[in-house]
Structures are given as C-alpha cells and as structure tokens.
Nanobody
C-alpha cells in the first residue's frame, strides 16, 4: 500500500497562489505516475494535472493550463501542484493519486487509472 498525504490548502484570494504538496510513503515513489484531481461541492471529481514517473511529461486540464504547474521530487517522494492566478471556480478539495508505471499516458486523466489516493486538502478561493 502507498500512503499519500496532501498539504498546503487553505483560503486564498482570487488572483493569489497556493502550492500543494503530496508526500508518498509505503511504496517506491519513482515507479508511479502521479496525478492531481479536484472535487467541488455537488460536482464530480475532475482531472487537474498529471506527471509521469521521471517528471519528463506533464498534462493539464484546459481549465488550469497556463496557471497551474505540476512537478515532482523523487528524492523527496513528493509531488507538487503550484497554483497561480487562482479563481473562485478553483475552489475544491484537491486529491493526489498514484498510477502504476504500466499505465497508458493517455489514460492519466482518468480517475480509474489511479490505484492510490490521498485524503484531500481543501482550497478555497474568495472573490
């Protein structure tokens, strides 16, 4: 089992920035692709961003492209999500998740590809 623990959420004003962190333990971090998802009240969980095991490829939802950046530090077993120019519609619980190395790159936007999930961290953007 892999444990994932997110941190860094909180209350921020529109236009502000937040960096989320997700620390992994229990399994070798470097053999997993990592993703961030979010879920707003009354909505389904949606894909935000993903990064492959070595950090050399990333993908983003259109809604966050150009504002969010995902990166990872395999030496620290941590994946990050830098969120800039935040908007009220970014308000959600943000989850990090791990997908096996064998996962298809094209399927990293699907929540069903991921086998380990964190408990989530709340990000609230005020207008």
């Amino acid at each position: 089992q892999m444990q994932l623990v997110e941190s860094g959420g909180g209350l921020v004003q529109a236009g502000g920035s937040v960096r989320l962190s997700c620390v992994a333990s229990g399994r070798p971090f470097r053999v997993y692709h990592m993703g961030w998802f979010r879920q707003a009240p009354g909505k389904e969980r949606e894909f935000v961003s993903a990064i492959i095991w070595n950090g050399e490829r990333t993908s983003y939802a259109d809604s966050v492209k150009g504002r969010f950046t995902i990166y990872r530090d395999n030496a620290m077993d941590t994946v990050y999500l830098q969120m800039n120019s935040l908007k009220p519609e970014d308000t959600a619980v943000y989850y990090c998740a791990a997908a096996p190395l064998s996962s298809d790159w094209l399927e990293l936007s699907l929540s069903t590809t991921y086998i380990y999930w964190g408990q989530g961290t709340q990000v609230t953007v005020s207008s």
